[in-house]
């Protein structure tokens, strides 16, 4: 089993695009959503699909199952998926010896911009690039099963209110 430490913050700029290293774009649904689990299948550049399950109420720690499986399956699994999809673009910056994921979120929640430090330990303090805005960690509302599930639009990146 695996552990999932992360911290997830708004972005404020975007200042962090003069030092993407990768760029991937993911659609995904969710065939399960609870409380407190997930079950997520991903589709990754068109190329390769994985089925993950979560477990842990959102924040900064949370078990996960990944596993890789068919494209047909998971396009069949998507469009058999609760809720809304989820389109976005994830790019890669290493800042401070971490490397964040910037996702841009489009389809139904275009406009959407988060970044997310992976860590070793919920301990750590991973320095912060100027371009990080408030941190969002725990708050379900940034939460890509939420943003699914979710009837509302976005939150947008600059906005801290749900817009309906």
Do not use: C
Request: without cysteine.
């Amino acid at each position: 089993m695996a552990k999932e430490i992360e911290r997830k913050f708004l972005v404020r700029s975007d200042v962090w695009r003069a030092h993407v290293s990768q760029a991937s774009s993911f659609i995904q649904g969710y065939i399960l959503s609870d409380t407190d689990r997930s079950v997520r299948v991903r589709i990754k550049d068109q190329t390769s699909a994985t089925l993950t399950i979560k477990i842990g109420h959102v924040g900064l720690t949370r078990d996960e199952f990944e596993y890789d499986i068919s494209l047909d399956d998971a396009r069949e699994m998507i469009e058999k998926s609760l809720g809304n999809i989820i389109e976005k673009t994830r790019y890669n910056v290493e800042y401070g010896g971490y490397l964040w994921e910037v996702d841009v979120f489009a389809g139904a929640h275009a406009g959407l911009v988060v970044a997310e430090v992976e860590l070793d330990d919920a301990g750590e303090e991973p320095p912060q690039p100027p371009w990080i805005g408030r941190e969002v960690t725990g708050d379900k509302r940034y939460s890509n099963q939420w943003l699914a599930m979710s009837a509302t639009k976005a939150i947008r990146h600059n906005d801290l209110s749900v817009k309906a």
